[in-house]
């Protein structure tokens, strides 16, 4: 590990104004792929802004139609919390099998998809319950937020203080473990909001995506045979040591079909 | 048999102190005033070294060092040691390069230590390490075993025209080609052995300190028993006196094999500390870990056995190719012919046989001895084999084993490459096993199965080990004037549990108090001269043996002072239960102890004290073997796999401790099924590993496995006085063929022929796609 400076932010503005005035500045939030980096000399920030002193940046409510998971919220919080398994079960499930008790505990929202890895779990939850996740300058759609391998819309400065996710009928996310990691191969999220289907893949792409093919197959009947045969190209996906891009791909359709089949009974 | 003597499962006594973090691995271990190592390693596979800048990093704040090959080729140092020395049928002698501590001209695999810092803080020591400028022409790499033999394939060591290091062969190939032809059925398999990280729980560390006025050397590091390396740093690198080296390892966070071995980086610390008179430590990350211990496995074998109509199978060839990395380590081309060859074809009487091994360096870290060191690859060929003959002929799997097994009546048997086993109820111990398992059972729990999508596979693999490695070993055992015992050993208990069963084995012989009995291992200034340390599952027959031999010389020594003190022969006296008795007089042993410490009480001309030591010699090791069976499931959908149920019967001979035994089985098992299913180490070809972390390498977890069913067929050893068998190893060798074994029938029924380890989802997946479109073709 190189040198740093640690500043531990009193408040998001504090936060945010101890990121305009510092050189190479990075956000320390659970730490959980941060603090590994850092161990291994990869990266080498100059300062290092640690949010977990923010008391207004953990919680969870339910608003409306809304659960709100804010920011430096951990993962098995999210996990055990009575509001979370009442209004939206997928959520805390998929957030009570993150990692292992050590990450769930450490890990938080905010820090996951702020860091928008491929194989995290979270950034499925967002696209596919259609959440909002807010910033200290403004709101961004889920659909808009990831954008890439480790890349999202957030702009210099900007501090993710908590995600909305929309309620909906019912969900349910499935995935493939990596033997090795933990980290999802193939994660999806499957939602039904009235009419509407949101199906959303995490693991198997550079970045969360949505199957448009399944959602309009889902549309007109929710059922499992819809997805049965819906085929996602493998040539988008990613193949490595582990798992070629054309199984990936196949996991895709199983998983998506076999969270239909849970949800439909 | 008190309540702890031999076969009782007492529980460990070095657990509370190891459980409660009082262990001191070298880590713990802090020298006043000591300063920091840290390496520069290789980033490529291949590569001449064209210049090493090393002002930058000696300018840095608080380096005290930079050490590079050059330096210690200046210094005298010597080489690393290699003494296997065979010879090709042609009479060519095999290649062997010489191996530098840290090389000059050229770096041949990545991870490769180039350079040496030492500075006064860790963090100090890195930085300067990262402004070491080496200047490389990189060079075509080979990593691949199975294209390390090719025509164009890199050569690793132009100097011999080629990757091979020696064609080592056992039989008659022509012969054997010929009976094979005229056989009924042959079989052949195909196999890749992966190569795999073997993973202790400690890192490789190392810590030395240098005494100026008296000109001593104390080295300490994790090992399996220190008078090897403390001979090794002494005659051939550190050309300094034994007795000048002490090697000290306190307590040593598993060993598997590859810590009884000599590191470059232990050398380094050495030297270092002697030339800079100053104690110097270095602690190696987990990512060191990965790319510069030794790696195990690493084989491609391919096999082929010609059997009659009855499944008697007389014939067997098998050539492999074995990945000896960049360099020779200590015992990694040994392990084909004297870790596996020495007990192959296992368990069965095959009187024809040819061998063929080719050794090969690839630019890739050596591989050396991992649990089991040969016959894990061995048993896997064989059992592979007798699978497949089951299937071409139409026979159960368990009875082409029961046609071909080695029986007690054929023994004292003496296999192919000189070995005689002694014992072994081969049949018997599979029955117990299939009977545990419900093997008969087993078509009504696949049809269950069935009933939900899933395909379910039962396997057997029956397997022998050879344990007891170089059978030689000293034991020193002194008793304290108020009756407590000391040993002094020179096996090293690194988490097999010595504590206790050297205690146990004290209190039946001796009827000393297992509590009052402490074992001092681990460090050379104390263990015996003639010890070689703790591998080859050999420390219950040769530590054991040597507990009861010094407890006999005690008694022999106990019982003359007793005589004189009872004022009778020493041939009257008998021993038993902790008293020395001769007729209604009796005096106990804690007695005489106290006694032999005060020369008025003493015969005359004996020397005071009861402290006995004795050398162990062997001519011969001994041949733990057994059955396993797996159980599991497969989702063809996924190919994700569950093992359902999983037995274990050890004839490991005489159980000293079940409990610790018990322990062994488990470890072994699983070790097994890191192997069979998750483990694998991925080299690109350029030889950059890719697998380098506990992200990309996949360890077995508990979640694998249901609980183990262990069982035992105790049937004693008949060459040496314990009847033990050893017991480390058998759980590697059993589980990966009885994985493969399950898989191959649950899959079976959709034409699945081969299949290779590790069993990942995908693999499977992939082999039933492939047998899907084959069978719909």
């Known amino acids: ?265 | 048999m008190g309540e702890f003597g031999i076969g009782q499962p007492v529980r460990r006594k070095e657990d509370v102190r190891l459980l409660t973090g009082g262990g001191q691995f070298t880590d713990d271990i802090d020298l006043e005033a000591q300063v920091y190592a840290a390496f520069v390693r290789s980033p490529h596979a291949n590569a001449k070294i064209l210049a090493i800048d090393t002002l930058a990093a000696r300018s840095m704040e608080g380096v005290i060092a930079v050490y590079t090959g050059q330096d210690l080729v200046d210094a005298g140092m010597g080489v690393m040691v290699n003494e296997a020395n065979y010879v090709n049928r042609s009479g060519k002698p095999m290649n062997k390069p010489s191996r530098r501590i840290m090389p000059v001209e050229q770096t041949r695999f990545v991870g490769e230590c180039l350079a040496m810092v030492v500075a006064d803080t860790p963090e100090q020591a890195r930085d300067a390490a990262e402004a070491v400028e080496i200047d490389y022409d990189v060079l075509p790499a080979i990593a691949s075993t199975a294209r390390g033999l090719d025509k164009d394939a890199p050569h690793v060591w132009p100097e011999f025209g080629e990757n091979l290091v020696v064609h080592w062969e056992y039989g008659d190939k022509d012969d054997v080609e010929a009976k094979l032809a005229a056989c009924h059925t042959r079989v052949k398999v195909d196999l890749v052995n992966n190569r795999l990280i073997v993973s202790p729980m400690e890192p490789r560390c190392a810590a030395a300190e240098y005494d100026t006025a008296s000109g001593a050397l104390t080295v300490y590091t994790p090992s399996q028993g220190g008078r090897r390396l403390q001979m090794m740093l002494a005659r051939g690198l550190l050309k300094m006196a034994p007795e000048k080296v002490r090697v000290i390892s306190r307590d040593t966070g598993g060993g598997f094999g590859i810590r009884s071995k000599m590191y470059p980086e232990t050398v380094m610390v050495a030297f270092a500390a002697r030339t800079l008179a100053r104690p110097v430590k270095w602690r190696g990350d987990r990512s060191e870990t990965f790319v510069s211990d030794y790696h195990g496995r690493d084989q491609i074998n391919v096999a082929e056995m010609g059997l009659d109509a009855h499944g008697r199978a007389s014939v067997l060839k098998v050539e492999t190719l074995l990945n000896v990395g960049a360099y020779l380590s200590e015992n990694g081309v040994r392990l084909p012919m004297e870790g596996g060859g020495r007990i192959i074809p296992c368990m069965y009487d095959i009187p024809d046989f040819y061998f063929s091994v080719k050794p090969m360096f690839t630019n890739t870290i050596c591989t050396d001895t991992y649990r089991g060191a040969g016959r894990p690859e061995a048993n896997y060929i064989m059992e592979r084999l007798m699978d497949a003959g089951a299937q071409a002929l139409g026979l159960s799997r368990e009875e082409i084993r029961r046609r071909n097994f080695i029986t007690e009546a054929q023994m004292p048997y003496k296999t192919h490459l000189g070995f005689v086993l002694d014992s072994g109820d081969f049949d018997g111990t599979m029955q117990m096993a299939l009977d545990a398992a419900d093997w008969t059972g087993f078509e009504t729990r696949r049809a269950e199965s069935a009933t939900r999508g899933n395909l379910r596979g039962i396997g057997l693999a029956t397997f022998i080990e050879g344990a007891g490695s170089r059978p030689i070993e000293g034991m020193r055992m002194r008793f304290e004037a108020n009756g407590e015992v000391t040993l002094f050993a020179g096996t090293y208990s690194h988490g097999q549990g010595h504590d206790t069963v050297y205690a146990q084995l004290v209190n039946e012989f001796l009827g000393v108090d297992f509590d009052k009995v402490t074992l001092i291992d681990g460090d050379t200034a104390t263990s015996p001269e003639t010890s070689n340390g703790t591998f080859g599952s050999r420390s219950s027959m040769v530590g054991g043996i040597g507990v009861k031999r010094a407890a006999e010389a005690i008694v022999a020594k106990g019982r003359k002072i007793a005589a004189h003190l009872l004022q009778t022969d020493a041939e009257r006296v008998v021993f038993e239960g902790g008293v020395f008795r001769a007729q209604s007089s009796s005096i106990t042993l804690a007695e005489v102890a106290a006694a032999s410490h005060d020369a008025k009480k003493m015969p005359e001309g004996m020397a005071l004290g009861l402290d006995e030591s004795v050398v162990y010699e062997n001519d011969v090791e001994n041949f733990p073997n057994g059955a396993h069976i797996c159980e599991l499931e497969i989702d063809p959908e996924t190919g994700i796999l569950e093992i359902l149920n999983y037995v274990a019967v050890d004839d490991c001979g005489v159980v000293l401790n079940p409990f610790i035994v018990h322990g062994q089985v488990y470890g072994g098992v699983m070790q097994g099924v890191g192997q069979a299913l998750t483990e694998n180490v991925v080299y690109d070809a350029d030889g950059q590993l890719l697998s380098a972390s506990y992200m990309d390498y996949g360890m077995p977890r508990a979640a694998h496995m249901p609980m183990i069913e262990a069982l035992f067929n105790v049937v004693p050893a008949k060459t040496n006085e314990l009847g033990v068998k050893g017991a480390g190893e058998a759980g590697a060798c059993g589980a990966p063929p009885a994985i493969l074994s399950a898989v191959g029938d649950a899959l079976s029924r959709l034409g699945v022929s081969h299949i290779d380890m590790p069993l990942t989802p995908e693999k499977v997946w992939r082999a039933i796609q492939e047998a899907r479109v084959v069978t719909a073709a």
């Open chain 1, 1 to 265: 590990m190189h040198n740093f400076n640690y500043h531990r932010a009193a408040d998001v503005a504090d936060a945010a104004a101890k990121l305009a005035a510092t050189d190479d500045p990075k956000l320390l939030a659970g730490g959980m792929t941060l603090l590994p980096t850092l161990k291994n000399r990869l990266a080498a920030p100059s300062d290092l802004i640690d949010l977990a002193a923010i008391a207004g940046l953990k919680g969870i409510s339910v608003e409306g139609k809304e659960v709100v998971v804010r920011a430096m919220t951990p993962h098995a919080v999210v996990a055990t919390s009575a509001d979370v398994q009442k209004a939206l079960p997928a959520l805390a499930q998929l957030a009570g099998n993150i990692g292992d008790p050590a990450v769930r505990h450490r890990g938080t929202i905010g820090g996951s998809v702020a860091n928008s890895d491929p194989a995290a779990d979270y950034p499925a939850a967002c696209v596919g319950l259609d959440a909002t996740i807010v910033t200290n300058q403004r709101k961004i759609a889920a659909d808009d937020f990831f954008q890439g391998l480790f890349e999202t819309a957030l702009g210099h400065g900007e501090i993710i203080t908590e995600v909305r996710f929309q309620i909906p009928d019912r969900a349910q996310y499935m995935k493939f473990r990596h033997p090795a990691s933990g980290y999802a191969v193939v994660g999806v999220m499957v939602a039904q909001y009235g009419s509407k289907a949101r199906v959303a893949v995490t693991g198997a792409g550079p970045c969360v995506f949505r199957v448009a093919e399944m959602e309009a197959a889902l549309e007109k009947s929710f059922t499992p045979a819809s997805v049965a045969n819906i085929k996602v190209s493998a040539e988008q996906l990613m193949g490595d040591i582990h798992c070629s891009a054309e199984y990936r791909a196949h996991l895709i359709t199983v998983y998506a079909r076999r969270a239909v089949e849970a949800m439909v009974g």
